[in-house]
Each structure stands twice: as C-alpha cells, then as structure tokens.
C-alpha cells in the first residue's frame, strides 16, 4: 500500500524498530470498493462461522462471494461453541471465539452468534442477510477516515505503520494467518451431517505484533510461514476495535 507517499526509510535495533516517514495524510471519502481499482484501505470482511451450525453453509458463500472483491479481505474464523452438538468444527480454535467476544463487548451485544459477521470492526451484520451484508460493505468503503499507511519490508520479515490519528486507548496491530481460496469439508455429524461445506479464506492464527499510538513503528512479522498462507496485518482500536486501516502480506 504505497499510494499516499509513504516510505520506511530505515531500520535499527535488531530490525525490530526503524524510522518510517509520511507525507500527510489528504482529507476525503474513502473510496467505495471497485472491482477493477481497489482501494488503499480495503474493508475487512470477518466472518464467525461453525461447521455444525445449520445456517452457517449459506453466509459462508456470501463471504466466498466477498472474497472476489479486490477491495475486501475476507477472513473466516471457524468458533467451537457449537462443538457439542456432534461435529467439532474442524477449523476452530479458542482464540477465534474470544476474538468474536471481544467484539460482542465492543459492540454491547447480548451474546455471540453465527454466522456472524463484522465489517471494519464498526458493525455486525448476521450472516443470513446477504443484501444487508453488501450494503455495510460499500458503505464502510465510503467512510471518511485518517488512515496510517501499512508498508512490508522487503523479505515480508517485517511491516511499518505510518503517523495517524490513533484512537482513543490506542491501537493494536495484528497479523492474521489465513488459508487463501477455498477449502470443503465433508460433515458427518450434527446439523449439518451429510453435507459438505465450503470455506474461503480460513484463519489459521492470530498475532498481536505490538501497540501503535500515532507514531510511525516498524514490528517484526511471524516467522516460519507456510508459503502457502497469507497474512492480513490489521490495525485496530484496542477499546472499540474497529479497524483503521489493513493491507495483505
């Protein structure tokens, strides 16, 4: 993400800290999601989803539709609440759902669900509403926001975050590890025994790299990839969670 002048123009102490410089950030609308000129801030699509939940199959194509927007990164979380039904979820690790809580305690929801689904960490849309579902898309895309910009490093080791406005409590950078296209998986219990199901973009980790409080920051990336994987690095408002700027790896 290099369209609004940003550089790393050095790095120190072992790498892990460097001095990255920034033209100011131009005030606007962010731009809406085109297909053939994707954004400088892509919306962050996630979606909280359950091989065992009977309704997760139809928001899982929603987002598997998402995916194929230049302008969005999808990213499906597989949770294990449902686990006791008589499938466990294949994908699911604990920290997927303690993700997802944390929005339910930004957001003041009553409890978790799925399918789930959060858009820039501002607003959550079930998964069975698929217009309601784009409509939050193009309108978090038109956002008016003040970015910092995300630059990796050559050899993807590691990833600066320029100047900005962080948010109140500051802000939190995080690399999140996930499986490009998709994945089926044949179930054979619970609600949804008999069918397979289709996942796009499935979460294999999360990282949290470091603090950002405004001022430029070089973090080091995790190690030991999959050269099969991608990573999503967020930034994201430590108290309300939503997500200020994101960029792929």
Known sequence: ????????????????????????????????????????????????????????????????????????????????????????????????????????????????????????????????????????????????VFPPQIQFRDGDDAVGIGSGRAPAGGAEVWAVTYRPGLQTVAVAGGDNRGRSVRHVNVVEGLTRLGEWTGRPILLALPGDADPETRVAVLVQGRDDRRILTAALR
């Open 1 to 144: 993400m290099d369209s609004r002048g940003f550089i790393i123009a050095g790095v120190i102490a072992l790498g892990l800290v460097g001095a990255v410089g920034s033209t100011a950030q131009p005030a606007g609308a962010r731009p809406v999601v085109h297909r053939d000129a994707p954004p400088p801030e892509p919306v962050v699509v996630e979606l909280f989803t359950a091989q065992g939940c009977a309704g997760c199959p139809a928001a899982n194509q929603v987002v598997e539709a998402l995916s194929e927007d230049p302008g969005v990164i999808a990213l499906t979380y597989a949770v294990d609440y449902w686990d006791y039904l008589g499938w466990p979820d294949t994908f699911a690790r604990p920290e997927f759902a303690r993700r997802q809580r944390d929005y339910q305690a930004a957001m003041r929801l009553r409890s978790v669900y799925t399918p789930q689904i959060v858009i820039d960490g501002r607003r959550q849309v079930s998964g069975a509403e698929g217009e309601a579902i784009q409509t939050a898309v193009e309108e978090e895309a038109a956002r008016r």
